[in-house]
């Protein structure tokens, strides 16, 4: 028997051929699609039209042309198109989380829900993993630290432009830093509860304990504009008011938190990360990290670096004075302490502002209701000074 080298034979020329084509398509549907978003819908539909004359199947630019055709005021078009490229496509019910969104605001244009699941879809296609929280649980800190490792020493770019970063980078892997599906700007009921978007992707759960969370995100909610993104601009309650809230208080952190609790085996690999164990020493949490996503290891001084460059003063500085020009970390216009993203840094911090039956109140639905999973945050926590 002779045995063959693909690489060498026909066959492997033809693969190498087709691969090449298939990139070719991608770089092509990528400027399509950037035309699109920059609403030039001439150029973004001939760019849909040129693949589809090489690759009639081509599922994105099917959808893509139907988005173009609708923007242009033909509706019917448009939504026949995506219509018959979603009958030969992949299935993109798992990447409808703005639905329960849009849906309170009154948003009944069924183009946009089509548009935002099918940008959702594309970006899960081009990221490899995720580091995903509800909001002030040192998000923030945790991507600034890894946007300034995957810079390096001498790079000067937007530590927060973690995806930007990676993408641009060969040697990291994609990382796409995110609330997941918005769930404090919802109702807890209307909380997405089915993961599998995230099938064969690395996910970091980063978790604070609900209690500091809460009253972190009050601030957010009633000073930097979130109860407006959330259609809840008249509620002007209370802390107290705000933990027993229908949306974004506690009842919508527990069906967060519990719904990744119960699919946390979907990703291909899943990591929790506790914000009170970053607080206690954030390097080794950070090379955690690294070794997770599966990045270069950089020179251990450098961890230092990053971890002075992440520290608490130093982050209140560049939101003070808006170093980086960065919306993720600018200070309030009207300068209110509570206000800031950077803000106490104070672990166990509720009890300086719950009253005593807010706290048994919090208490009692974490032991009802949060997942064992997150045990440690099902009594209560003992407050310390953050160092």
């Not at 978003?37 to 690759?55: F, H, M, Q, T, Y």
């Not at 009639?56 to 042309?65: A, E, Q």
């Not at 969104?101 to 296609?125: A, H, I, N, W």
């Amino acid at each position: 028997m002779v045995s063959v080298d693909a690489s060498n034979s026909s066959w492997g020329n033809i693969d190498m051929h087709r691969s090449a084509v298939r990139d070719d398509l991608e770089r092509r549907f990528e400027a399509a699609l950037e035309a699109y978003l920059s609403r030039n819908l001439a150029g973004a539909a001939d760019g849909c039209k040129s693949i589809l004359d090489v690759d009639h199947t081509h599922f994105d630019s099917r959808y893509l042309l139907g988005l173009c055709h609708g923007r242009a005021g033909r509706a019917d078009v448009g939504m026949n198109l995506i219509k018959r490229a979603i009958a030969r496509g992949p299935s993109l019910e798992h990447y409808d989380f703005k639905r329960g969104l849009l849906t309170p605001r009154k948003v009944e244009d069924q183009l946009q829900f089509r548009e935002e699941l099918f940008l959702r879809y594309r970006l899960f296609q081009l990221v490899d993993a995720f580091l995903i929280s509800y909001p002030k649980c040192g998000r923030t800190w945790l991507r600034l630290l890894l946007g300034k490792y995957v810079i390096g020493p001498a790079g000067r770019s937007d530590p927060l432009e973690v995806r930007q970063l990676t993408y641009s980078n060969p040697e990291f892997s994609s990382l796409e830093v995110s609330h997941d599906d918005f769930p404090h700007w919802k109702r807890a009921d209307s909380v997405v509860t089915n993961k599998q978007a995230y099938a064969g992707k690395k996910v970091i759960f980063l978790v604070r304990d609900p209690r500091d969370t809460l009253v972190s995100y009050y601030f957010q909610y009633t000073k930097r504009g979130d109860k407006n993104l959330a259609n809840d601009a008249g509620f002007n309650g209370t802390l107290s008011d705000f933990i027993r809230h229908d949306i974004g208080a506690l009842r919508s952190l527990v069906a967060f938190y519990n719904a990744w609790a119960r699919n946390r085996d979907v990703p291909h690999d899943f990591l929790l990360v506790k914000y009170e164990d970053m607080i206690s020493d954030v390097r080794p949490i950070l090379r955690g990290i690294v070794a997770f996503l599966e990045w270069p290891m950089r020179d251990p001084a450098f961890f230092d670096d990053v971890v002075a460059f992440g520290s608490f003063d130093n982050m209140r500085e560049i939101e003070e004075t808006n170093a980086l020009n960065n919306v993720r970390l600018q200070a309030p216009m009207d300068r209110d302490p509570e206000g800031f993203k950077v803000r106490r840094g104070k672990v166990g911090g509720y009890i300086d502002y719950l009253q005593p039956e807010d706290i048994r109140y919090v208490d009692q639905y974490l032991q009802e209701h949060l997942d064992d999973y997150f045990s440690d945050y099902k009594r209560p926590a003992v407050p310390s000074r953050l160092g």
